[in-house]
Every structure is written in C-alpha cells, then in structure tokens.
C-alpha cells in the first residue's frame, strides 16, 4: 500500500530557513504527482501553499516556495516567523484519479 | 461571497448510511471540479471522493470505494455523497473543496473549502 512519508516534526529558529519534504514509500517524487502543499492552523480548513509542484497559491508569500529534491517534494520556508508554526501536509497525485495526503509535519519555530 | 457549505452529518450506527450535501454560493459551480475531504480527530486530512464538472470523471479512496458515491447536480449547484456501510473508522470532519483549475479534475489547488459537517459512527 502507497504511503506518502512526511517528517512527523521539524523545528526553526526565527528569520531561519526550513525544508519539509515528502516522499513515496513505493516510488520516486516527481513532477507527475502535481505536489501540492497544505498549511493548517487548529480549528481551520487546510489552505493551499503551493500546487504543481512550485506554484504559489493566491496571497501566498514568496519565502514559501516548492521543488523537487532528489526523489521528494519539498517545501522550503525562508525567513520562518512565528505564525508559520502550524501542521503542514503534502498531497501527491497517484494518477487514476486518486490523490493521498501525507501524515503532516508539525513545525515549530523556536 | 465565495463559499461552500456542508450539511447532512450526524450520528449514525455502524453498517448504517448518511447522505452529505455541499451547497456552492459565488461561483460558476458548473465549471469546477470538486472534492470530499475528511479529518479525523487529531489526523490529517483525507483524500476521499473527487468529481469533474461533467460527473464523466469520478475517482474514490481505496477506504471508501463501494461504499461510498459521489454525484452533483449542477442545476442545483449542490455536490453529495452517499455513505453507506459506515464504519467507526469514517467517523470524521467532512469538508468539501473546489479545484481552483476551470474543467480539471485534479490541479492540487483546492482553494475554497467549506467549514465541514462532522459525522460521528458509534453504537
């Protein structure tokens, strides 16, 4: 069974750079899975970051941005405040139709 | 205002059914393709059902395909799913959400989403 792998948690420093990454246990990431990125705050809808890999959602800062590294996605945060301390999760395209989420990455900012 | 409401959740026995719905307001509803999403307490969220803005492109999770149905009516700018043979385990906030991509079924970009309708499967 296709599992998308995320880390459980990652810390940064304030005004610090973080990579979140997300990967396959059955394949290599790339282009074709349309990576998309996801922030979620307590109480609230997931909200789209970035979709097709590096493409910025509409209102989203650019020191969010996505690529592919290696066989992952990843989702790169540059400059990390205090407010981007939230859970954030990938969603990868399996083709069929099908889509799956990763099990999330809580971020800390420290 | 751009929106999408869900409704139709509920407490339900287990091998039991519920019928959600998502209402659409602000948008050409016709022209997108939209999803079912699900949260469980404490998880992350879930892919479960998608649905073209024809209904000629339909795709299911493993975890719910044969149980669950997707359909939307246009007309009526209304999206539904049929859940049947519930288990505890779909027991979960249920959000619909728009693809941002007009005629796509999947772009990644799931830009309005709903505020959810909970539904909870226990004896």
């Known amino acids: 069974q296709t599992v998308v792998t995320q880390e459980p948690s990652i810390s940064v420093s304030p005004g610090g750079t973080v990579t979140l990454t997300c990967g396959l246990t059955?394949?290599?990431?790339?282009?074709?899975?349309?990576p998309s990125w996801y922030q979620q705050t307590p109480g609230q809808a997931p909200r789209a970051l970035i979709y097709?890999?590096?493409l910025r959602s509409s209102g989203v800062p650019d020191r969010f941005s996505g690529s592919i590294l290696g066989n992952k996605a990843a989702l790169t945060i540059t400059g990390a405040q205090a407010d981007d301390e939230c859970d954030y999760y990938c969603?990868?395209?399996?083709?069929?139709?099908?889509?799956?989420f990763g099990g999330g990455t809580k971020l800390t900012v420290v | 205002e751009v929106q999408l409401v869900e409704s139709g959740g509920g407490l339900v026995q287990p091998g039991g059914s519920l019928r959600l719905s998502c209402e659409a307001f602000?948008?050409?509803?016709?022209?997108?393709?939209i999803h079912w999403v699900r949260q469980s307490p404490g998880k992350g969220p879930e892919w479960v059902s998608g649905?073209?803005?024809?209904?000629?492109?339909?795709a299911y999770a493993d975890a719910v395909k044969g149980r669950f149905t997707i359909s939307r009516d246009n007309a009526k700018n209304s999206l539904y799913l049929q859940m049947n043979s519930l288990r505890v385990e779909d027991t979960a906030l249920y959000y619909c959400?728009?693809?941002?991509?007009?005629?796509?079924?999947?772009?990644?970009?799931?830009?309005?989403w709903g505020k959810g309708t909970t539904v909870t499967v226990s004896s």
């Open positions: 959400a728009k693809d941002h991509d007009r005629y796509a079924f999947w772009s990644g970009y799931l830009d309005v």
């Open positions: 602000g948008f050409t509803f016709d022209d997108h393709a």
């Open positions: 649905i073209n803005w024809l209904s000629t492109n339909i």
């Open positions: 059955s394949d290599s990431v790339s282009t074709s899975a349309h």
């Open positions: 097709d890999t590096d």
């Open positions: 969603v990868l395209y399996l083709g069929r139709g099908i889509s799956l």
